[in-house]
């Protein structure tokens, strides 16, 4: 089982970058498709970014295409969420997520991150 602690989120204007980070510990890190989702008040948790277990392969929310990097290191146990050009929707709860290769839900997910992206 792996536990997931995010990291990185804070306060920024528009335009600005911040850069998340997930720190797994307890399971096989390199065994794990890893996620990025977010949650704004009121609205329902969304995905944001994917990546495979190799790191290579990645896909996005239509939303941030071309503004955030999703990318991982295996020998540090550690995903990230570059996001640039920011923008006040960008606002939410930021959570990681994990899950194995043959499972059709991410069934870790760390705490949260609070990103505020100010106008």
């Known amino acids: 089982q792996v536990q997931l602690v995010e990291s990185g989120g804070g306060l920024v204007q528009a335009g600005g970058s911040l850069r998340l980070s997930c720190a797994a510990s307890g399971g096989s890190f390199s065994s794990y498709v890893m996620a990025w989702f977010r949650q704004a008040p009121g609205k329902e948790r969304e995905f944001v970014a994917r990546i495979t277990r190799s790191g290579e392969g990645t896909s996005y929310a239509d939303s941030v295409k071309g503004r955030f990097t999703i990318s991982r290191d295996n020998a540090k146990n550690t995903v990230y969420l570059q996001m640039n050009s920011l923008k006040p929707e960008d606002t939410a709860v930021y959570y990681c997520?994990?899950?194995?290769?043959?499972?059709?839900?991410?069934?870790?997910w760390g705490q949260g991150t609070q990103v505020t992206v100010s106008s």
């Open positions: 997520a994990a899950k194995t290769y043959a499972s059709s839900t991410y069934s870790y």
